[in-house]
């Protein structure tokens, strides 16, 4: 039994909207202190890269321009130990997953999204599991702010009531960074059930269901965007769904929480498949 219980009002917005907002998951300090160490990441030299292999590339290859054009790190948890114990094996994100999926909790996925001040790019609209391409309805998912994420630097949007619909076959357009929900569907889908943006201070998190439709725009600000998100499933699901995910790492087992760094790996029984080419694109 989880020690963490939705408020009704969390619970029924899940219920119709596909999400839910807490305020104050990880305290403000903690936030702030996270997101130096990704900040200090960004800006260290990449030794096995060549500086300036494209002279094209108006930005150059100085600490400053390769930070400016980072959107994303994957896999990131199990190389951070202040981010692991706190974050994705912490006590609070432990306790609502657990009230959602119950007593054994593995980490799907785990990422660090930067959008950097005045550069940083649109995520496009996509279902997570659209892009998982594994059909599975159950895990679901969280994004902490590090930063202040608002309108102005590309917070998060969501159509309320979109995690409803069946899963839709997501789409590559020329200029699409990784597949995509099909822009007519969106425009229609927003103009029916409208948009939530999702403002969150640092150590805020929204928790959100894997079918929502979602998006965030382009930061064309002068404040960085940087926030953590990560997916809970649970062996169970993982067993009978299709073998794609390389990175499974224990959480909570049989309801104690898997804190220890390096994390463990979830070992899979079954030879892996080929990953659907959209996970590999992104
Ligand atoms: O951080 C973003 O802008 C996108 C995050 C997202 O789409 C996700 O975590 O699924």
Known sequence: ????????????????????????????????????????????????????????????????????????????????????????????????????????????????????????????????????????????????????????????????????TEIVPHVLYLDSIHGELPRERVRAMVGQHGLHHIELAPGDAVFWHSSLWHYSPPNTSDQGRIGIAGVYTTPAIVERGKPYWPNLLWTMRAGQRCSQFPPDAYPMNRTLEKPPAYLKAD
């Not at 219920?15 to 903690?30: K, Q, S, W």
């Not at 960004?42 to 390769?66: C, F, I, W, Y």
């Open 1 to 164: 039994m989880s020690d963490w219980q939705p408020t009704p009002e969390q619970a029924q917005q899940y219920a119709t909207e596909g999400y839910f907002i807490l305020r104050n998951v990880l305290p403000h300090d903690a936030a702030v202190e996270i997101r130096g160490v990704i900040k200090n990441i960004l800006l260290a030299p990449e030794p096995d890269v060549r500086a300036d292999v494209d002279p094209m590339d108006p930005m150059g290859d100085s600490p400053q321009a390769r930070a400016a054009r980072f959107r994303k790190l994957s896999n990131f948890a199990p190389k951070n130990p202040l981010i692991w114990y706190n974050v994705y094996a912490g006590e609070r994100l432990a306790a609502i997953a657990r009230y959602f999926l119950g007593d054994d909790l593995l980490l799907k996925f785990n990422s660090c999204f930067v959008k950097p001040a005045r550069t940083g790019s649109a995520t496009p609209w996509h279902q997570d599991n659209g892009l998982w391409r594994d059909g599975e309805t159950e895990p679901f998912n969280f994004w902490m702010a590090l930063d202040p994420a608002t309108r102005a630097n590309g917070c998060l949007q969501f159509i309320p009531g979109s995690q409803q």
